[in-house]
């Protein structure tokens, strides 16, 4: 069974660090690209990072560049970001999600038919 798993959320104060996970199980995730998305509460899901299948390839919303960057370790089958400098707008639930086609956006939800069960993140001092 093709499965998605995040891990890594956590509170955190402003300025601080997390590393999340997205762990995939069922499937060689080698030939997927993976993309990161949070939804805060009252707000739509958002496209956070993405990466290629080769790893090649990287996109970050213009609210995270310099800050969150995305990697892959595919002898784990993880796929990981790391988000430095967090600030309170950063809180969500953050999901991982897996795809192959291409034809919209990165950002598009629709692009991606496996998802995780989000993990939590909480910016507040």
């Known amino acids: 069974q093709l499965q998605l798993v995040e891990s890594g959320g956590g509170l955190v104060q402003p300025g601080g660090s997390l590393r999340l996970s997205c762990a995939a199980s069922g499937f060689n995730s080698d030939y997927h690209y993976i993309g990161w998305f949070r939804q805060a509460p009252g707000k739509e899901r958002e496209g956070v990072s993405w990466?290629?299948?080769?790893?090649?390839?990287?996109n970050y919303a213009e609210s995270v560049k310099g800050r969150f960057t995305i990697s892959r370790d595919y002898a784990k089958n993880t796929v990981f970001l790391q988000m430095n400098s967090l600030k309170p707008e950063d809180t969500g639930v953050y999901y991982c999600a897996a795809g192959q086609s291409y034809g919209s956006r990165w950002t598009d939800p629709a692009r991606y038919p496996y998802w995780g069960q989000g993990t939590q993140v909480t910016v507040s001092s």
């Open positions: 990466i290629s299948s080769n790893g090649g390839s990287t």
